[in-house]
């Protein structure tokens, strides 16, 4: 054990010395959760609505009512007047303005005889956030006014009464489980993979045998080191990305311990991982030619920023063998949802086995280049 230790220690010892590195497996993942955090999931604000008007009637009014009170409230949209349907959609196409809202003659009559009035509403769908967001509000508009003051005895149609069972999770929150996974990712493999081969081929593996160390004491020496290194950026993302997050869950003491139980096997299943992979590699440019290639292979099939059940077949089989998962599924119960042990308990039980199951399977293949 003591042997072992000693190669932990100059593990560490090497990597305290190069803050830069230190600093560098921390700063995209926190670049990535403010930049992208703050770039994508927020609301439409802002957007420019062409309306032409041919009615000028009461009902055609209330609409305008409509869009100028969404214009003052949610601020999803401001009208822009236009007299031309044709000018209007050619602006649309252009994207000099991102719809418009064509009321046809005799709407308002229409609307009084119950004789199937109509609006129009053109948009640009290649942008279908931008244009789903504005559809949604068209249709709670129209909803409004299709609805009658005074309600009937016997309800007509079915209602829906949706319950958030949590507050809203903007898309920093929803990023930061995804961002904790990167961050101990990128030590991994800045710190462990990396490192494991340029001292490989400086021949520092060579050097330890020649000692009394074992070939076991080395491997689990050099996993130890790679996994605190990735606990130690585990711990400060989380702690970092939390409080960017506005998300005070890592103030409850039974939150802390369920992060940190997640922190360590994940570092250990990304350790036995990475060591698999890079036991027989002699070449320092291939973990860096492969960190894209696994970022590709491991982040994005994870369910980081996308659903697993919308995937197809094949990829969902990636996603069920990937640590990414399960890390991004832990966190997300515990830093979102406040879940507790019992909904992290497969996913724990994933990373150990996973874990360990690479580190022994790569201890054999540890073999000596002299």
């Known amino acids: 054990m003591n042997r072992m230790f000693a190669i932990v220690e100059r593990e560490m010892r090497k990597f305290f010395r190069s803050p830069t590195l230190m600093i560098m497996s921390l700063m995209m993942p926190i670049l990535q959760l403010l930049i992208m955090g703050n770039a994508f999931g927020g609301k439409i604000v802002g957007a420019h609505v062409a309306v032409v008007d041919y009615d000028h009637g009461p009902e055609a009014v209330k609409i305008r009512e409509g869009f100028d009170a969404i214009a003052v409230n949610i601020k999803t949209f401001t009208t822009v007047e236009y ?95 995804a961002c904790c996974a990167l961050a101990m990712y990128i ?19 060579e050097g330890y045998l020649v000692t009394p160390i074992t ?23 989380t702690v970092i990305g939390s409080l960017m997050a506005g998300l005070g869950v890592i103030f409850h003491p039974e939150a802390d311990l369920e992060l940190l139980c997640l922190i360590i096997v994940t570092s250990i299943a990304f350790n036995g991982m990475m060591f698999l992979m890079m036991v027989r590699v002699d070449d320092p440019l291939v973990p860096r030619a492969m960190f894209g290639v696994l970022n590709l292979l491991l982040f994005y099939p994870s369910g980081a920023m996308y659903p697993i059940n919308a995937f197809p077949v094949w990829l969902r089989a990636l996603a069920i063998v990937d640590p990414f998962t399960y890390c991004v599924h832990g966190f997300k119960e515990i830093l979102l949802k406040d879940g507790g042990f019992v909904a992290i308990q497969y996913d724990l039980l994933f990373l150990f086995v996973f874990g360990m199951g690479t580190l022994l399977i790569a201890t054999p293949l540890f073999k000596r280049t002299l």
């Open 83 to 177: 007299t031309d349907e044709n000018k209007a959609r050619e602006d649309v196409r252009t994207g000099k303005i991102d719809a418009a809202v064509v009321i046809p003659t005799q709407y308002s009559r229409r609307v009084s005889a119950q004789d199937a009035p109509r609006i129009g509403f053109v948009v640009d769908n290649s942008d279908l956030f931008t244009s789903s967001s504005l559809e949604a509000e068209m249709q709670a508009l129209v909803t409004a006014l299709t609805t009658p003051v005074i309600q009937p005895r016997m309800a007509s149609a079915i209602a829906l009464e949706i319950v958030e069972l949590y507050p809203y999770v903007n898309y920093m929150k929803f990023l930061l489980p």
């Open 187 to 205: 030590s991994v493999m800045i710190g462990g993979g990396m490192l494991y081969i340029d001292d490989k081929a400086r021949g520092v593996h």
């Open 215 to 237: 070939r076991l004491e080395l491997v689990m020496g050099l996993n130890m080191a790679g996994s605190i290194k990735a606990v130690l950026s585990g711990i400060s993302l």
